[in-house]
């Protein structure tokens, strides 16, 4: 089994990286097996902290906004990782974010990989739960904070050991890297044009918000946009005045 890769984890906004947000990332690099640093993050990438992920996590909308901008925190993240193999639970998850918010950037995240959540679900078949939290019970492990970045992500270490210990003399290929897949596609920036009438709609409806509109994505935007108009209905004449415009 390999001995030296970086353990992570994320906390988002939401289940998918092509719509929702990183909050916070905490890693652990790991050489000959023991943890060598740590590196934790919260995001702030302008979207409020909804109220199920505060309610899991603990996460505030006070603490996203005490944390770094995207364009920050992705290549310090990716520098502290340098060339290393990735650990995680469930490692999938946290990698297409990881590489949507990479891909944002201008950046490459491409890694090999291994999962805890894998090899859990192919050597513990008979567990009831095979969730970070229960393995750990499982295995007595100190879970730290559960649903905190950083502590699930030492909690994952700890974990891969404990089994690779209980099964390296009956199931070593179960400890085999693999290449991670995720295809990502670089989203474009809210357009003049929608910010300017997203803007125009919250004014008119007298709508507040806490999210950054300069820091939505051009399909962040519309859907906002075609929310707000589902909701409150649109802005009496203004699309007759721009259609005029355009003639």
């Not at 988002?12 to 905490?26: F, M, Q, S, V, Y």
């Not at 290929?173 to 897949?181: D, G, H, M, S, W």
């Not at 509109?213 to 909701?231: F, V, Y």
């Amino acid at each position: 089994m390999i001995r030296d890769y970086i353990a992570v984890d994320v906390e988002t906004t939401g289940l998918n990286p092509a719509r929702d947000r990183l909050l916070e990332i905490g890693a652990a690099r790991i050489l000959n097996g023991k943890v060598e640093e740590t590196y934790q993050t919260f995001i702030d990438a302008g979207v409020e902290v909804p109220e199920r992920i505060t309610e899991l996590t603990g996460i505030t909308d006070e603490m996203r906004l005490s944390g770094k901008r995207p364009e920050q925190a992705i290549p310090e993240f990716l520098e502290f990782c340098g060339e290393l193999p990735i650990l995680g639970h469930n490692v999938s998850f946290d990698f297409g974010f990881l590489k949507q918010a990479a891909v944002n950037q201008g950046l490459t995240f491409e890694r090999e990989a291994l999962d805890t959540l894998k090899i859990a679900r192919k050597l513990l078949p008979d567990l009831p739960s095979r969730r970070l939290p229960d393995l750990c019970a499982y295995y007595q492990v100190d879970p730290g904070n559960s649903h905190r970045a950083l502590d699930d992500a030492l909690s994952t270490h700890f974990l891969l050991w404990h089994m690779w210990e209980a099964f390296k003399e009956t199931a070593p290929e179960e400890f085999t890297l693999y290449p991670l897949v995720y295809s990502a596609k670089k989203q474009s920036p809210i357009a003049k044009s929608q910010k300017a009438y997203l803007n125009d709609l919250l004014k008119y409806h007298r709508i507040e918000t806490n999210i950054r509109i300069e820091d939505m994505t051009r399909s962040e935007a519309s859907r906002m946009i075609d929310k707000i108009i589902l909701q409150y209905g649109r802005i009496p004449g203004r699309e007759r005045k721009e259609r005029e415009k355009r003639i």
